[in-house]
């Protein structure tokens, strides 16, 4: 069985064209599975990073000095591999530069400028991440600032209805890993780093499962979330009940919203998220799990599938 899956971001719209940049996604994945489980999850958020409707490469949120800083990570369970970059800048694709730094180097993380400097020399040209829905977005929060008022927009995705970080797990019979790409949230300092790049916070891949998440990323570090979710699965949990128990638990330690998706190696799948929307694409053997939903934990918040 060979299994992808992907999430668009906590309180990412559920409009078809984002749904159908999912699928597309999903799809560019399963071409490339035969060359091996990171070759798919790189393929698979490329094309999200390229989409000005997700929070990561282009189209991601703008920090407090209106400038693009983004992290992405890959963790490869069977080999215990991890790579990721933090707060880099100025290059379309960073989860590439993360799949260059897992491949290429034993390092495991980069930041800021010497993160920009690799990517360079590994031959990732410059690139502006900044769209126009941003920039205005941050010119209105920043007007709103100085009016002493709280941005109206939303945290997670910069705009009011629109993309965050992406997510995506890949089972291809072998083994499983997961990989992350996000602009981080709207408004961060500079050089803010989140749970992407953070092993066992936000992102988290072993022999027995893989785990992706999304939603305030100092809470999923403070509480190894990621981690959490395998320790459940390890402990004979369903993915679907580990997930839930992971928001339950995120909930009760930091009051904070979140999106979770997690897959085992008997290829169960878990999603469920406690906020608005959390748009989730699975495909199994190259068809699409019409049937799967992750589950809300929080109805009430739910909007309009529409958005
Ligand atoms: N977790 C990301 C971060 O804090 C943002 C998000 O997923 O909403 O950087």
């Known amino acids: 069985m060979q299994i992808l899956a992907v999430h668009g971001g906590l309180d990412t719209s559920r409009e078809r064209s984002f749904m159908d940049d999912l699928e597309a996604a999903v799809r560019k994945g399963f071409q490339m599975l035969a060359t091996g489980r990171v070759p798919a999850l790189e393929a698979v958020l490329n094309v999200l990073e390229d989409s000005p409707r997700f929070n990561c490469g282009f189209g991601s949120v703008l920090n407090l000095d209106g400038k693009v800083e983004m992290d992405a990570a890959i963790v490869d369970g069977p080999t215990h591999r991890f790579a990721a970059v933090a707060a880099i800048r100025a290059v379309a694709n960073p989860v590439s530069v993360a799949r260059k730094l897992l491949e290429e180097t034993k390092q495991v993380i980069l930041a800021g400028e010497g993160a920009v400097k690799f990517a360079r020399e590994h031959g990732f040209p410059e690139a502006d991440c900044t769209s126009r829905q941003q920039l ?172």
């Open 136 to 307: 205005e977005a941050w010119h209105k929060a920043k007007d709103s600032l100085a009016r002493g008022k709280t941005p109206a927009q939303n945290l997670y995705t910069g705009l009011e209805y629109h993309g965050d970080t992406v997510g995506c797990l890949v089972w291809d019979g072998q083994g499983l890993t997961a990989a992350s790409t996000t602009g981080g949230y709207s408004l961060k300092l500079p050089g803010r780093v989140g749970d992407t790049p953070s092993l066992g916070g936000g992102i988290y891949a072993s022999r027995t499962s893989a785990t992706v998440c999304t939603g305030l990323g100092e809470a999923f570090i403070e509480t190894l979330t990621a981690k959490y979710v395998d320790e459940q699965i390890a402990a004979g949990a369903h993915p679907q009940e580990a997930v839930e128990a992971a928001l339950r638990r995120l909930a009760g330690l930091k009051g904070a919203e979140g999106g979770i998706m997690a897959l085992d190696a008997r290829g169960r799948i878990g999603a469920a998220f406690n906020a608005g929307r959390f748009p989730v694409v699975v495909l199994v053997n190259g068809e699409v799990r019409k049937d799967f939903q992750p589950v809300n934990l929080r109805p009430e918040l739910a909007t309009t599938p529409a958005r």
